[in-house]
């Protein structure tokens, strides 16, 4: 009898790579054997003949991971479960946000966020798949901006990626920008539960999705 597939189990053992707190931490035991989703919301109609109509409520996905962590230690040199119950109950559970580095879907490379009119100065960064486009909220690091293919700083950026040129682009000039980028985040629920494996070593699984 052939044994069934299994993937082989690893864990992140490095850092976030942001040096921000308000940024989930990544610690050792954290399973690669994560999920994300991509939700919408649909109001649907059918009529007495079965006729089926839908209205779509949002121009963008929410976004929904679940991490499991295999383990945590509790000990007083690496009390990394103290660690996450800290960073869970100073948002207060659900009620709090906080930024999250998707190991996966970070970065963009001269992503193509709007095109000059003359008249125009502010524009929102944004990240794409394939032919998918949506806004980006949250930025790791400082972006890298150009106006028809040439680098600019005069220019301001704000916390959620909002561009305020000194200057509107000219018209057609393609704006494009290469950088890293972060969630805006909230945990879905406020209990945080863990559980004990054997002495010092616990497991846990955190949910959260992302804010519009």
Partial sequence: MVAPYLPIRRHITGPDGTGNPDVLQVFLGQSF??????????DTFRSRSGR???????????WKWS??????RRNAGRDELGQLWAFFNSRRGAAGQFLFLDR?????????????????TVFQLTRSLFDWVEPVLALNGAPAIAVGGVPTTALTVDAFAVVTFAAAPPPGAL????????????????????????RRHWSAQIEFESLK
């Fill in 67 to 72: 991490l499991p962590y295999e383990f945590l």
């Fill in 104 to 120: 996966d879907d970070n970065a963009v490379e001269n992503e193509v966020f709007g095109v000059g009119d003359g008249l125009t």
């Fill in 52 to 62: 089926r109509w839908t209205s779509s409520n949002w121009t963008f996905p929410v």
């Fill in 33 to 42: 054997l994560d999920s994300k989703q991509a939700v919408w919301s649909t």
């Fill in 175 to 198: 704006l494009s920008w290469t950088g890293s980028y972060l969630f805006r985040c909230a945990f879905t629920t406020d209990t945080l539960a863990a559980a004990q494996m054997f």
